[in-house]
Structures are given as structure tokens and as C-alpha cells.
């Protein structure tokens, strides 16, 4: 057995950060004030810029609706000329933001009227309960915010887990929240036209019997949805029923759990949605207007609801967040808008199937208008570092206790890989598996996140890491990961 006194003590050095003999009669827990990241420029930091307050959307302070009398809702539903169309609801709403094809028949229907559509919908989301992070505006705020004309709602089916006992509390708890969703003007001027979306049927597929669990339940408060929808004057669509049919006739799974739909499911439920809306059958799609509907709502998405909240909302929104995130909230408004005016270019177009090279040369369009963005304010308060020292350089200033020895495992001179890393750990084969984000707090406008998985081997045995793979990328902000 191998002693204390020989036992060899592997060091890792990340990103040049060097860990030194604290000075005597120091607490080595709390920070040493002559380093240079803790000495302060002298420089004040900037004043909140009340351009940017109203890009903060906050619970405790964000406007609310006014009042107005309610008007009804009928079917087929007819969309003016800047009609804004807002998404709320659970998952089903949530995800469909990742394919595209709502949003895109919508947009081919009306190819004048420079619609805008806004996803608002959260997961898990129900009429009674849609908790929030801290401070984070609620639905009502962010449809005042987003000037909805007309509203189209996803709820139903985790409400539907209630079994028969739940229904009447269903009841009246969807009436009330119609009431109050159709009686107040979102865009200012005018009451909006609401629509209620039914849930999905459920699917059975392969070890997961799920319609044979949920679908008698589900199509019950689907009932009870359709007669509050009549008794409260707001539109209804039932895509339980065709959805149900299609997963029962078509040889593929259309859900990729029995109850979330994968990519050719939301295609049926978005043909469903368009037949419900409009009384007519949903036109071929338009591929590259799908394509940057979908690019659209991830820069929405990264806008409505910022990765880190905390500097957004939470507890540093004051201290630092102001400074940075707002202008951020900002220019990816700004994106979105830019993404919009693509769409309606695209749809205007109107040619299916469209050139392959279309999709392309939109996002090339889009990234010319993006590197036109207002510039974001500089944030730094530190003096930071007047020199970076190397990993050799920073290994000479150890003090190493004589009973130990001390080597460099891997540094970013080695592997640029390892940049920013957030957390580390060893395997049981002697890896090392590094997360690291460039992209922490936040990805700014304009980017995407490129996070890393990786893994710093040891092939040779020589203490020094000679091999990196990159297990994931594309991440955002992993900051921990867990063996299996």
C-alpha cells in the first residue's frame, strides 16, 4: 500500500487560475482583496438607463389590463391586417414552438396582413395554476405586454389527471378564468377573441399503453371545455378527435412518449388546429417559412424567458442585471421583429415546394440585419488582470509541502476545449469530465450557445492529460452533470 508521505496529489489548473498558501492570519474563505478581480476600477457604475425600464417585465411592477366589455368569438375566425396572436397553455402549445408548423400555416393563410404571433405558454401550465420564477411577470402582464388581439388556449389535459371527482371544480374554474381572459383589453383599445383548444389524444405505443389509460378521461374534459366555450361566447377547436384518428390510421408514432408529439404528430395537430380555426383544409407548408418561424421563436423564446432569470428578475436584476440583461431583452425584441419581417416576405412569396436554397439565404438575410443591432453598454466594474500568467508560471509560485507532488493535469493552453469551466469529476477509469460554458450568465443577441461536455484522458501515464473529446456541444449553461 502506497504511503501518505509518497502519495502523489494531481492538480488540475483551469483556465490559468492558480491556488496559492493563503497570506498568514488570513481567512482563507473569503476573498483576497489584492487580488485583481476584487480591486475595483474607481469607475462608477452607469445609472439605470430608463430607455431601457420597459424591457423589464417584472410581476411586482409590469402594467396590467384595463377592463372592457367582452366580445363573442365565432368560428371560422377571420384575422386583420397586425393582428397580434398570442399562445397560451400548457405543453402542447409549448413545444409546438420548436416545429414550426402552427405558426407557418397561419402565416401562409394570411400572407398580407403582417400577423405577429407570440408564444406564451409554459409547461405543466394549467387554468389554476402556472407558478413562475421570482418576480417573473404572470400571463396576464405579458399579454399587455405583447398587445394580444387574439388568444388561442391550450388547457385540459393535466387538469384532466382530476378523474370524474375533479370535473365540476374544472368547470367552474375554466368559466371564471374565460371571463376574466375575454374582459380585458390586451392590446389597449379592444376586447380580444379567444379561442379554446382541446388536448390531444393520446397514443399507445410500444410499452406505454397511454390512450387506453388517459383517452376516455381526456375526451371527457374535452366535452366539458367545448360546452364553457359555448356558454362563454369564446371559439373552440377539438383536435382530440383528429388527433385521436390519425394516431390510430398512421403507421408511425406520432408522440414520442404517448402523450407529447414528436415532430410528424405536431404536423397532424397543426392541420387539426387549422381546420378548427378557419373551416378549411390546411395547405401544403411552406419549408422555408416553417424554417424561420422556428429560428423566430427560439430568439422569442431566449427573450420571454431568459435562461438565468436571476440576473433578469430575481435577486440580481439591481445589482447587475439592469446593466446587462435589459439592453439584451432589447435587441432579442428586436430580432424577433426582424425574424417577423422575414416571415411575411417568405409567405408573401408563396412558392411550395420552395428552392432548396431559400432557407439558407433567409438566415444569411437575417444575419446581415442582426450585426446591425444596437450595441450592448460596457458592464465591467473590475480592474481585472493586468497579466495572465501561464500554467508554468503560476506552478512556480507554489509552496508545495515536501510530502506531496504537484503536476498540471490540463490547462486551456493545452485544450482551448476547456474554457470557462463550471464543474469537474473523475470517472472510474481515470477521466476527467469538464463542463464549460462561454456562454454564462447569458447568450447575448445575435449568438448561440456552444457549451461543452468533455472528457481530458491520461493515455500515456505521464500525470498530464494528452487527450480531449468532447462528449456534447451545443449545450446551454450545463452547469452540472451526474454519472448514470
Not at 405543466?124 to 388561442?152: C, G, M, S, W, Y
Amino acid at each position: 500500500m502506497q504511503s501518505w508521505s509518497t502519495l502523489p496529489l494531481m492538480l488540475l489548473l483551469l483556465s490559468s487560475v492558480a491556488l496559492a498558501q493563503p497570506e498568514a492570519g488570513r481567512d482563507p474563505r473569503k476573498a483576497n482583496p489584492q487580488d485583481a478581480r476584487n480591486q475595483l476600477s474607481k469607475t462608477p457604475a452607469p445609472a439605470e438607463d430608463p430607455q431601457f425600464a420597459k424591457y423589464g417585465i417584472y410581476e411586482k411592477v409590469a402594467p396590467r389590463p384595463d377592463a372592457i366589455e367582452p366580445v363573442a368569438t365565432k368560428l371560422p375566425l377571420e384575422l386583420r391586417h397586425g393582428d397580434r396572436i398570442a399562445l397560451i397553455g400548457n405543453t402542447l402549445f409549448d413545444r409546438a414552438q420548436h416545429f414550426g408548423h402552427v405558426e407557418a400555416l397561419i402565416q401562409q393563410k394570411y400572407p398580407d396582413n403582417e400577423l405577429v404571433v407570440r408564444n406564451l405558454s409554459w409547461s405543466a401550465d394549467t387554468i389554476a395554476l402556472q407558478p413562475r420564477p421570482e418576480n417573473f411577470a404572470d400571463v396576464e402582464q405579458h399579454l399587455k405586454h405583447e398587445r394580444a388581439d387574439v388568444i388561442l388556449a391550450a388547457f385540459g389535459f393535466n387538469e384532466s389527471f382530476a378523474g370524474e371527482e375533479g370535473l365540476p371544480q374544472f368547470r367552474e374554474q375554466l368559466a371564471r378564468y374565460l371571463r376574466h381572459l375575454k374582459s380585458h383589453a390586451y392590446n389597449g383599445t379592444s376586447a380580444p377573441r379567444v379561442v379554446l383548444v382541446s388536448p390531444i389524444a393520446n397514443e399507445n405505443i410500444a410499452a406505454i399503453p397511454a390512450a387506453d389509460l388517459n383517452n376516455a378521461r381526456i375526451q371527457t374534459y374535452a366535452k366539458v371545455m367545448q360546452e364553457v366555450a359555448a356558454a362563454e361566447g369564446v371559439g373552440y377547436v377539438d383536435v382530440f378527435t383528429p388527433t385521436q384518428q390519425a394516431m390510430e390510421s398512421l403507421g408511425s408514432d406520432l408522440t414520442i412518449n404517448g402523450a407529447h408529439l414528436n415532430e410528424e404528430g405536431y404536423a397532424a395537430f397543426a392541420n387539426a388546429l387549422y381546420e378548427g380555426l378557419f373551416s378549411e383544409r390546411a395547405p401544403a407548408i411552406s419549408e422555408p417559412v416553417r424554417q424561420i418561424v422556428i429560428d423566430k421563436n427560439r430568439e422569442y423564446f431566449r427573450r420571454y424567458r431568459p435562461l438565468n432569470t436571476f440576473y433578469y428578475t430575481g435577486g440580481r436584476n439591481k445589482a447587475y442585471g439592469y446593466l446587462d440583461f435589459l439592453p439584451a431583452m432589447r435587441n432579442f425584441e428586436l430580432l424577433t421583429q426582424q425574424h417577423d419581417e422575414m416571415i411575411w416576405e417568405l409567405a408573401r412569396e408563396g412558392k411550395i415546394p420552395a428552392p432548396a436554397s431559400r432557407v439558407a439565404e433567409a438566415r444569411g438575410q437575417l444575419q446581415i440585419k442582426a450585426s446591425h443591432l444596437p450595441s450592448l453598454p460596457e458592464t465591467s466594474q473590475a480592474r481585472g488582470a493586468n497579466e495572465w500568467l501561464s500554467p508554468v508560471d503560476e506552478y512556480s509560485e507554489f509552496e508545495i509541502d515536501p510530502r506531496f507532488e504537484v503536476n498540471i493535469f490540463a490547462d486551456e493552453t493545452m485544450f482551448p476545449e476547456l474554457a470557462c469551466p463550471i464543474q469537474m469529476r473523475w470517472d472510474s477509469k481515470g477521466r476527467l469530465w469538464v463542463s464549460c460554458s462561454t456562454t454564462y450568465p447569458h447568450v447575448y443577441p445575435g449568438q448561440q450557445p456552444n457549451d461543452k461536455l468533455i472528457i481530458l484522458e491520461d493515455t500515456d501515464g505521464n500525470g498530464r492529460a494528452d487527450k480531449c473529446t468532447t462528449f456534447a456541444d451545443d449545450l446551454h449553461i450545463p452547469l452540472s452533470f451526474e454519472f448514470g
